[in-house]
C-alpha cells in the first residue's frame, strides 16, 4: 500500500471515529422538579416506566435531575442547565415548570403532566398538541369540585373552606373556577389563599387565624414541597384537609382525592421513549388521565374526633387504619 494510502486511511478513521463514538454516546433525559430530591413521586415512576422499556441508567439512557429545593426562581435557570447539556428530551411535572420549559426552547422535545395543557396554552390541542410539547393530562379542574363534595360528605357541618392555591398556574385556575361554582350548591363559602412565594407565610398564618372549618390543598407542585409543614399545622389546629396528593395520606393528612403520580409518570416514560426512537412530540396525543384514587387515613379521622361515613369508606380505594 503506498504511503498517501496509508495516511488517508488514517485520517478517514479519524474523522469517521468521533461520529461513530457520538452515534453511540446514550441519549440524555433533563427532569426538573420545584421541591427537593427524593420528595416526589414522580420522578421514581418516570425511572420505573423508562426501565419496563429496556432503559437501563447510565448504560442507554442518561438522566439528568436537576431540582429547586422550594425555590421557584431556580427553576428557569436548572432548564438552562439541562439545554446547555444539549439534553434529548426535557421531562416536566406540572404547568409552571413546563410553561418555564417552553419559554427555554421550542425545538427540544418537552414531555409533561399537566393539568390542562390546552388551556394553559401548552399545546394547541389534546389529539394534536403541535409544537414540541406532549405528555399527559390530568384535567384535575374538571374533578376539583369534588374536592368539596367530599368534605361536605365527610364533615356535614363545615361551612367554610380554605383553598390554598397558585393563581399564576391556568390549570389551578381552572380548579378554583369549578370549587367556586359548585360551592353555593354546597353551601359552602371559600376562602382563597395564594401560594405564591411573596404570599405563603401570610396565607400559612391565615390557616389558623381565619374561622375555617376546612382545607383543600391543590396540586400545584409547590405545595407538594409543603406537604410536612401544611399536615403538620392542619393537625396542631385540627383542621380537616383534603389535599390533591395521594402521598399525602401516608404523611398523616386526613384524606386525598387525586391521581396516582407515580403511575402517570410510568406511562410518560412511553412518550420519552417513542420521541427517542423519532416520532414528534407534536404529532404524540396528549392522554388524558381518567383514574382518580381516593384514600382516607381512619387515625387522623380519631385524632380530629371525626366519624368518616361507612358509605365513603366504602367507596375509598384505600383506607389508613
Not at 234 to 248: D, W
Not at 280 to 285: K, S
Request: proline share 6%; glycine share 8%.
Amino acid at each position: 500500500m503506498l504511503r498517501r494510502d496509508v495516511i488517508a486511511l488514517i485520517g478517514g478513521a479519524a474523522v469517521a471515529w468521533p461520529l461513530a463514538a457520538r452515534a453511540q454516546q446514550a441519549p440524555r433525559l433533563g427532569y426538573v422538579w420545584i421541591g427537593t430530591k427524593g420528595t416526589d413521586g414522580s420522578v421514581a415512576g418516570l425511572r420505573q416506566g423508562l426501565a419496563d422499556r429496556g432503559y437501563v441508567l447510565g448504560r442507554n439512557l442518561v438522566l439528568e435531575e436537576r431540582y429547586a429545593d422550594g425555590n421557584t426562581e431556580r427553576v428557569a435557570a436548572l432548564i438552562e442547565e439541562l439545554l446547555v447539556l444539549k439534553v434529548d428530551v426535557l421531562a416536566t411535572p406540572g404547568t409552571p415548570i413546563t410553561r418555564a420549559a417552553q419559554r427555554a426552547t421550542s425545538t427540544v422535545p418537552i414531555v409533561c403532566v399537566t393539568g390542562d395543557p390546552v388551556g394553559s396554552g401548552l399545546a394547541a390541542s389534546l389529539s394534536r398538541p403541535g409544537g414540541n410539547i406532549t405528555g399527559l393530562s390530568l384535567l384535575s379542574g374538571d374533578y376539583s369540585a369534588k374536592w368539596l363534595e367530599l368534605l361536605k360528605e365527610a364533615i356535614p357541618k363545615v361551612r367554610r373552606v380554605g383553598v390554598l392555591w397558585n393563581p399564576d398556574n391556568a390549570g389551578i385556575r381552572r380548579q378554583m373556577e369549578h370549587m367556586q361554582q359548585a360551592a353555593p350548591t354546597l353551601a359552602l363559602g371559600l376562602t382563597a389563599l395564594s401560594v405564591r412565594p411573596p404570599d405563603i407565610e401570610s396565607s400559612m398564618s391565615a390557616i389558623t387565624s381565619e374561622s375555617l372549618d376546612a382545607l383543600v390543598v391543590t396540586d400545584d407542585p409547590f405545595l407538594e414541597t409543603l406537604l410536612p409543614r401544611l399536615i403538620a399545622l392542619a393537625a396542631q389546629h385540627r383542621l380537616p384537609a383534603l389535599y390533591a396528593f395521594s402521598t399525602s395520606v401516608q404523611q398523616g393528612a386526613l384524606m386525598s382525592y387525586s391521581a396516582n403520580f407515580f403511575e402517570l409518570w410510568r406511562r410518560a416514560a412511553g412518550y420519552v421513549d417513542r420521541i427517542l426512537k423519532g416520532a414528534r412530540p407534536g404529532e404524540l396525543p396528549i392522554e388524558q388521565a381518567t383514574e382518580v384514587t381516593l384514600m382516607i387515613n381512619l387515625r387522623t379521622a380519631r385524632s380530629l374526633g371525626l366519624t368518616i361515613p361507612p358509605s365513603l369508606l366504602a367507596r375509598a380505594d384505600e383506607v389508613i387504619e
